[in-house]
């Protein structure tokens, strides 16, 4: 087998694996809700952590076989391989929005890719390094503040924390090819930092594309981190190493056209992830019940159940005296009050 198709085996191994640490992610970040970031206690946890470090070393294997050129974008077909095993093994099913969501972020992303040229490896200096490193932990913290303020959004908040994987992700990946650059056959002392940055920035990709995948789904922060993450790479490689796009002028307008595809794929994947949200809410909303209404009551069963008062005149037969037991009296004055005899006279 040649280099070259080696790189390639080893570029579409990588991928595969990348999409199945993040569909293991997603299931995680499903079954246990209250562990957003780092559910350390779940196998499935460190099912995913494997299967992403086993696909960052076939990747960086694939690099030294092949060209980055090639390589590049052929990491990008991640989010192409996770749709379909995603319902083939765990029966999550992707609407026809997200399919040409995810081929146009692919797209797009490798046609932008394959027009950056190679240059002349180069490293970073020391000020330089701790430029980018400040900059670049400022704008995933503040990604990840504004996750958080929108938290009442799953699709908005799932898009502000894979971007900021996205971004921590390709540094870590720029401060790589910086260590390989200045590789001696050795680790000193001056590497000791640049390996620390690459650790942070890796745990706070992973720990990110775990938050981001709570309440998202599995196709809009995947494909978003398969933008973001060799798209801030190129960016660094063009405006910090000396890379430039293929053919001049032509070359920059297209992978300024491939650069708009790969954003309207994204921006299809969002639109269904939203959509799918409002009708999960929907579908999640209790029926409307009327309440029950009673039969009326007879009064005679309302009567009965009025308890005596105390002092009232008992609910018994009342026994009226006859007409001729009954005394008259003889003025109105007795009624109201006694006479100046003080008796009460009567018939």
Request: net charge neutral; charged share 15%.
């Amino acid at each position: 087998m040649s280099a070259l198709a080696l790189s390639v085996l080893l570029s579409l191994i990588s991928a595969v694996a990348y999409a199945g640490g993040a569909i293991v992610q997603e299931r995680v970040a499903v079954s246990s809700p209250g562990q957003q970031f780092a559910p350390m206690r779940r196998p499935g946890w460190w099912a995913a952590v494997a299967l992403n470090g086993l696909g960052g070393v076939l990747h960086v294997v694939a690099l030294a076989f092949g060209p980055l050129s090639l390589v590049q974008p052929l990491g990008a077909l991640t989010i192409v391989f996770a749709l379909p095993m995603a319902a083939l093994f765990v029966g999550r099913k992707a609407g026809s929005t997200a399919w040409r969501g995810a081929i146009m972020a692919t797209v797009g992303l490798a046609g932008l890719l394959s027009l950056v040229g190679s240059s002349e490896a180069q490293s970073l200096a020391t000020a330089e390094r701790v430029g980018v490193a400040l900059v670049t932990g400022g704008l995933v913290v503040a990604l990840m503040i504004a996750g958080r303020a929108a938290h009442r959004h799953p699709a908005v908040r799932s898009m502000l924390l894979a971007t900021g994987s996205g971004i921590a992700f390709g540094m870590s990946s720029v401060f790589t090819k910086v260590v390989a650059v200045d590789w001696n056959g050795g680790v000193s002392a001056a590497d000791l930092p640049a390996l620390a940055t690459i650790g942070v920035f890796a745990t706070a990709g992973l720990l990110l594309s775990q938050a981001a995948y709570r309440g998202a789904g599995l196709a809009a922060p995947l494909a978003t981190l398969t933008v973001v993450n060799p798209v801030v790479a190129a960016a660094v490689g063009i405006t910090m190493f000396g890379e430039t796009f293929r053919y001049g002028t032509t070359g920059t307008v297209l992978a300024l056209g491939c650069g708009v595809v790969a954003a309207g794929g994204l921006i299809l994947l969002t639109t269904e992830r939203i959509t799918r949200t409002e009708a999960e809410a929907e579908r999640a909303l209790p029926e409307p019940t009327l309440p029950a209404v009673e039969p009326a009551v007879p009064t005679e069963e309302l009567l009965a159940g009025v308890p005596e008062q105390a002092g009232s005149m008992p609910r018994e037969e009342i026994l009226v005296p006859d007409r001729g037991e009954i005394l008259v009296p003889d003025r109105i004055e007795g009624i109201l009050g006694p006479g100046r005899g003080g008796r009460v006279r009567g018939r």
